[in-house]
């Protein structure tokens, strides 16, 4: 299982920045873990970030295709509604896994809207 913390900086502006930080273990069973864990994510090309919670293998897949799908433009949001068009592609994704692999997990999905530093963060799938 993963934890996972999200904050924002405040200036006298209102919301600077966002922050995402997790831990990097990844455990199977009490006696079997590891150490090196990516689960913050982020897009080259826009300003992007996500990290998830709870079980590992679903987020840790969907979330490095949906980040390539915004950098090379397959993923975009022409009204502005990123987050709606990101959690229609996170089902999508979901909708095809597995059924008998399927276990709790969350994400979560921040970005910078507009020009300087208005920011939005959403749950994206629970």
Sequence with gaps: MTSIVVWAGVDTHGPSSLYVASDSRISWGKDD??????????????????????????PALAIPTIIDR??????????????????????????NYPKGQRKDFGIV?????GEGTN???????E
């Design 109 to 113: 999905h921040g970005l910078r809207v």
């Design 119 to 125: 920011l939005a963060v959403s749950s994206v799938l």
């Design 33 to 58: 873990s590891w150490d090196q864990g990516r689960k913050v994510f982020s897009s080259a090309s826009n300003p992007h970030i996500f990290g998830y919670w709870g079980d590992v293998i679903f």
């Design 70 to 95: 915004i950098d090379r433009g397959v993923l975009n949001s022409r009204d502005g509604a990123w987050h709606t068009e990101i959690q229609q592609a996170i089902r999508l994704l979901w909708s």
